[in-house]
């Protein structure tokens, strides 16, 4: 797991991530999200929403450790949610996540 944190501090310096709520759905509706990245300390209802958002625009979704962890990897305060914009770093982080949770594959 911390390689795949690494590739998002990564992806971050290099302007890939867009993190908070609105940001990242609307990153999701208009597809220049890539790969979603949920905290697994969020709440239900923040679970629910992500995957079923992701699940329709058909956006792989992985689920980190929690919210401190994710922020700390961007060099933030604590995160929930956070969308890898670029496919290449896409593709590195979901890889070393191991598992997708919902959505298709990565374009």
Do not use: H, W
Not at 42 to 54: G, V, W, Y
Not at 71 to 89: C, M, N, P
């Amino acid at each position: 797991m911390s390689k795949a944190l690494s590739y998002l501090g990564l992806a971050m310096r290099a302007g890939k991530i867009v993190t908070g709520d609105e940001s990242v759905l609307k990153a999701v509706r208009t597809r220049e999200a890539k790969l979603v990245v949920l905290a697994g300390d969020a709440s239900d209802n923040t679970q629910k929403k992500f995957r079923d958002k992701c699940g329709t625009y058909d956006i792989p979704l992985v689920i980190a450790s929690d919210r401190d962890e994710l922020g700390a990897s961007i060099g933030k305060d604590q995160r929930v949610v956070l969308a890898v914009t670029d496919k290449g770093f896409a593709e590195m982080v979901s890889k070393a996540f191991g598992d997708t949770v919902g959505g298709g594959v990565i374009d």
